[in-house]
Nanobody
Framework: QVQLVESGGGLVQAGGSLRLSCAASGSVRGRNAMGWYRQAPGKQRELVASITIGDITNYADSVKGRFAVSRDNAKNTVYLHMYSLKPEDTAVYYC?????????????WGQGTQVTVSS
């Protein structure tokens, strides 16, 4: 089993910044793909940013140039640095890890952290 603990959400004014953190513990071995999704009220969960085992990053078009995903492998932690926040970024943000075990991987999710951007 893998546990993910998120932190860093909150209320911020438009144009502000936040950093989300997600620490993985339990059956985590080596480097694993990690990332962030978000879900706004009445909308489907969408991928925000991801980082592969080889540190290749991918972003939703809506956050390119404003968000950055990074990782600390020693701490099994992934970060989401959010800049120039907009009210439409308001959502619950969920981190995930694709924990590898042999040739397979299992996705685990964090509990979610609320980000609210006021106009």
């Amino acid at each position: 089993q893998v546990q993910l603990v998120e932190s860093g959400g909150g209320l911020v004014q438009a144009g502000g910044s936040l950093r989300l953190s997600c620490a993985a513990s339990g059956s985590v071995r080596g480097r694993n793909a990690m990332g962030w999704y978000r879900q706004a009220p009445g909308k489907q969960r969408e991928l925000v940013a991801s980082i592969t085992i080889g540190d290749i990053t991918n972003y939703a078009d809506s956050v390119k140039g404003r968000f950055a995903v990074s990782r600390d492998n020693a701490k099994n932690t992934v970060y989401l640095h959010m800049y120039s926040l907009k009210p439409e970024d308001t959502a619950v943000y969920y981190c995930y890890i694709d924990a590898r075990l042999g040739s397979s991987a299992t996705r685990y999710w964090g509990q979610g952290t609320q980000v609210t951007v006021s106009s």
